[in-house]
């Protein structure tokens, strides 16, 4: 049974630093991997998919790779903002499922001015 | 674009209650779509999805039920709340062949 796990649960960081969050999933058969953002009481923001075949994605400051092997995805946000401040979760999506997404519980993160 | 709308925001209703949350989808045809429930402190939890129009699928044994009346629309349902089906429920969109979820602002809903 695939089970997704983010440590750690939360993260607080001074401002400007590049931090890296962490995703690991137990099975490594996989389609894809998701990685989202959620502000307090808000719907969640996807930042970025990773399919298996590929090893990373980036946009603007934000650069996710994917281990399949060793069942890692590490989420890698640079010079740090308080605006990046929020909930970010890791999802995967199981390669015999058209439809199901496993989920972490996701990583609190602080960015202190 | 795809949008993804869901109402209402917020919600307060008492025990043994209805409940009708809706959730729309423009700027894309026959989406696969999606309700999770995030409870407190909690992961996302899947409850429904629909492939097509009246195609529903259940994750999760509850007094919920989901409805897909048109393509783009779905709706979640229930005929009597119990306390423990407050949560915060979202509803998202993806395309099967790639399937990348797309989420609404979701509903928080809070059963006194």
């Known amino acids: 049974k695939q089970e997704v796990t983010q440590i750690p649960a939360a993260l607080s960081v001074p401002e400007g630093e590049n931090l890296v969050l962490n995703c690991s999933f137990t099975?490594?058969?996989?389609?894809?991997l998701q990685w989202f953002r959620q502000d307090p009481g808000k719907g969640l923001t996807s930042l970025l998919l990773?399919?298996?075949s590929q090893r990373e994605q980036t946009s603007g400051r934000l650069n996710a790779s994917l281990d399949k092997s060793s069942g890692r995805s590490t989420l890698y946000i640079a010079a740090s903002q308080p605006g990046d401040s929020a909930t970010y979760l890791c999802a995967v999506r199981p390669a015999d499922s058209n439809y199901q997404l496993i989920w972490g519980a996701g990583t609190k993160l602080i960015i202190k001015p | 674009s795809q949008t993804i709308h869901q109402w209402p925001a917020t919600l307060v209703q008492p025990v043994g209650s209805p409940l009708s949350l809706e959730c729309t989808v423009e700027?894309?045809?026959?989406?696969?779509l999606y309700w999770y429930r995030q409870a407190a402190g909690r992961g996302l939890q899947l409850l429904f999805y629909?492939?097509?129009?009246?195609?529903i699928s259940s994750e999760v044994p509850q007094n919920l039920s989901a409805s897909r009346p048109q393509d783009r629309q779905f709706i979640l349902s229930s005929k009597k709340l119990l306390l423990s089906d407050s949560g915060f429920y979202l509803c998202?969109?993806?395309?099967?062949?790639?399937?990348?979820?797309?989420f609404g602002p979701g509903t928080r809903l809070t059963v006194l």
């Open positions: 998202a969109w993806g395309v099967e062949s790639y399937n990348e979820q797309f």
């Open positions: 099975d490594s058969a996989i389609y894809n």
């Open positions: 629909s492939v097509g129009i009246g195609q």
């Open positions: 700027g894309t045809s026959n989406p696969n």
């Open positions: 990773i399919q298996s």
